[in-house]
């Protein structure tokens, strides 16, 4: 159980055995600060080891890991982004009796089309065509993030401090985290906001081409991935320049680059509107909740089944974090609703040795940039609640933010005397140590992922996210079909009380050309014309609702 800021048991069994392995680090202090002082300052090496530690960290797991089965339909409609642009193109052809393959998150007409925007899809594409499989484009994203969080934290604090507040980002975003064991995105957004929060600051002092041009390419670039939460780091990006508007010839000097990057993501953006919807200014988004409405998930309405299958506290937690909508009176207190109940989630950005290092930024506020950094974060948490639903990536841009309040509050607690003595430095020497054993501490148990105490600890083991051959279902049902020769149109048959957030027709951008066809089962007559339109395959009925799933001819 966790918590209203998402502590709980396992927190504690991790806190004791981080202490125990980590005690002989903490007396070998005097040898290892001075070389990462000194290697702190070699900027490039910094950044080329921050980039190889998550993605090599992972593969060494790959053994009981392996590449991520995308499960959620949030992944298969990046992964139709990907396809699509692999194939060089926006939107796809419109299917042939496309109420066979009406899924979540796809339109059917006028292309068949994912209705994500390009950014997550461009990086899978990225990875997919040079190394062969999309997961490569999560982990050079994942890759980039970590290094570029180091060279953000460069423009606002000292060169060790930044290094140890890469580090944090290896530990706490890299080889055990959701966005590093998904397709659903989250690196790609932090990674932008890098670009932008690490380039303010150079901006502010020296006005260079170089750091607009990054800027502008971080706005973009989550432009094209976030849309919607782009708006409030544009604000972000306004407050901070508000106190130096008197400034503005200085930098009008470098204006026209990044005006010419940011119009170039619109164009982007517009291009594949007009591909995806057929109009320019359509959000191929907001086109699906045109054709289909907003989803139930969103607006809670009657779903019985998977709703009566949860135990009240469950219920509870699915209905305050996908929010709800009740009278016009009740707006208000829904939004704070949400809002409080959603601060547990922020535990993702945080290790919970470093909830001391928050209390202690809390004092650094009075100065302006902090202040600043506060707000900025504030900002992206009161404009994502009004959304309904909440995933954590939504607030991705602010994860390096996160990492500075962290590491700022490390700092300040390093400077603590006490009766003359240095406590302060001790304590967050402490501190990081903590942090570094709860991740060696469950990075070793993965390693020996079979081992006895492995296996013992695991229901323990919080907020991260790695698979265990997860999910199982579709692992099994991938394996099933491996093992039928020829090509395949499988008809997807469900249960009345099937639970609708259960999706098994996902299809690639060229479906003809695909080996396997996923498509609903509409009835015997129906079905017999949707095989003529795909002649010279095996046909099989799937029924993913039979423990276990049931493939037949």
Known sequence: MSGFLGFGAADLLVLFFSATLLGGAFAARRWIEPRARTFAQKT????????????????????????????IYDEFGHLLVADTLRHFRLANPPLPRPEFFETFFVLQQPTYSSIYPIGQGLALAIGWTLFGLPWAGVLLATAAFCALCYWML????????????????????????????????GALPAMAGCLVFGALPRLRQNARTRDAVLLAVGLGLHWLTRPYESLFLFLAVALYFAPYWREWRRFAKV??????????????????????????????????????????????????????ELTPQQALDYRMQLGFRGSRGETLRSYLER???????????????LYLALAAFLFTLRKDRHGWVALACLLFALGVNFFPAFQLHYVAAVTCLFVLMSVAGLEALSTLVVRGQPAGADTARLLLLLCAGQFVLWYGLHVADRSALSLALRPYETWDNINHGNPERRIYVDQQLAQIPGRLLVLVRYSPLHPFQDEWVYNGANVADSRIVWARDLGPEADRQLEALYPGRNVLLFEPDARPPRITP
């Open 154 to 185: 460069r423009a606002w604090t000292s060169p060790g401090w930044a290094l140890a507040g890469g580090l944090l980002a290896v530990a706490e975003f890299g080889p055990l985290n959701q966005w590093m064991n998904s397709y659903w995105g």
């Open 339 to 353: 809002l409080e109940y959603r601060v547990r989630y922020y535990r993702f950005f945080f290790f919970p040795p």
């Open 44 to 71: 490039v090496w910094c950044m080329l080891l921050l980039a190889l530690l998550p993605v090599a960290l992972r593969l060494l797991l790959l053994p009981h890991h392996p590449v991520p089965t995308p499960d």
């Open 255 to 308: 204006a026209p680059e990044a005006a010419l990057i940011l119009l170039t993501a619109g164009a982007i953006t517009f291009f594949h509107n007009k591909a995806v919807t057929g109009s320019w200014t359509a959000l191929p988004e907001k086109l699906s909740q045109d054709q289909y409405g907003v989803p139930a998930a969103l607006t809670f309405q009657s779903n019985p089944v998977p709703v009566r």
